[in-house]
């Protein structure tokens, strides 16, 4: 497949700067087997059943972009891709000039930082002190909004950005799908009979990443941390010998079941996964996808196509961008029936 089969054109004032005024204030898209509807996302619940399971992804964004300077007085930006452990981070750093092993730099005025090397586009960087990494970022750090969102975060962005479910701190961006979700969403689900479980995993930059390569298989998938707890499994368990289905929350949500069932069986426990999945692919766990609309050309749009169906798919976004659908991180929803 080539990589310049996963595009559309979108026009830029389509691409939502701001959540909507409420959570869950959003228009929802419905690809069904059979048709599409455009209903809002307060309709979620009429689309789905009981003893259905919405697997929702509890990581928290962390302030993951710090600024400083150089003893030189020549200024760098931090942007944390991975805490490693109390005083290490994988991180890309921005700076007249690259960074050498060895070098050292000054973040908010107070927190030396030492290079210790590089790992393909990631520097390893030492924090001094005795703070804890998690602890200074919180404090000095700003919230990561994605590229395409042209303002600096500010206290919308700190409490929108965030699902309210948040809870595992070590992302640098949000799972977007949960973005929708309020209390009184989760209370009209229950009421219904759907069922409600976790998974984690932590969101890398790399997510907002185009395929560059022109041939899809050519492509070298990021890598991303991810945890499935047993009760999430048994859970999974019921719901399928129920007669339920599979709802993931979100494309991480979908990528963490799937790779843990990789050897046949959903498995519990913690891993790296860098799984790419494209056309062809044969699911495993997820029945049902719920996520916001991605970038031309991402991992993402061919998870989707390979979800729902390549040319199902495409003109879904294409009737999408007819009909007026806000896009990205704090944009409209679309719940995806899938395909196979």
Do not use: W
Request: overall charge negative; charged content about 25%; some cysteine.
């Amino acid at each position: 497949m080539r990589t310049d089969e996963f595009t559309f054109d979108l026009p830029e004032h389509l691409i939502a700067q701001h959540p909507p005024a409420t959570r869950g204030g959003s228009r929802l898209m419905h690809v069904g087997l059979q048709a599409v509807s455009h209903l809002q996302f307060f309709d979620l619940p009429s689309l789905l059943r009981p003893h259905d399971l919405l697997v929702l992804n509890d990581t928290r964004v962390i302030k993951a972009r710090v600024f400083g300077e150089k003893s030189t007085g020549g200024q760098v930006e931090v942007m944390v891709e991975r805490i490693l452990n109390a005083h290490e981070v994988l991180a890309m750093v921005r700076a007249s000039k690259t960074p050498k092993p060895g070098s050292t730099f000054t973040l908010a005025g107070c927190v030396e930082v030492e290079v210790l090397g590089r790992e393909g586009e990631f520097f390893k960087l030492r924090f001094g002190g005795d703070a804890d990494v998690a602890d200074v970022l919180d404090q000095y750090g700003k919230l990561p909004l994605p590229p395409y969102i042209t303002h600096g975060a500010d206290s919308e962005d700190e409490e929108r950005y965030q699902t309210v479910y948040a809870r595992e701190a070590g992302a640098v961006a949000a799972p977007t799908a949960g973005l929708h979700f309020d209390e009184a969403m989760f209370g009209r689900l229950r009421e219904l009979g759907v069922q409600l479980a976790h998974v984690t995993l932590h969101v890398g930059a790399g997510t907002f990443q185009p395929v560059r390569a022109e041939n899809v298989a050519e492509h070298k998938m990021h890598s991303e941390r991810y945890s499935i707890p047993q009760e999430t499994v048994d859970a999974i368990k019921r719901t399928k010998a129920a007669g339920g289905r599979v709802v993931a929350v979100g494309t991480t949500s979908l990528r963490a079941l799937e790779s843990a069932a990789q050897a046949g069986e959903l498995k519990a426990g913690s891993a790296e996964t860098s799984i790419f999945i494209t056309p062809g692919y044969r699911f495993r766990i997820v029945d049902v996808l719920l996520t916001n609309f991605h970038l031309p050309r991402s991992t993402l749009l061919m998870l989707v196509s390979a979800f729902g169906g390549k040319d199902k798919m495409l003109a879904a976004y294409r009737e999408a961008v007819d009909n007026g659908y806000r896009f990205f991180s704090y944009g409209d929803a679309m719940l995806i029936e899938r395909a196979d």
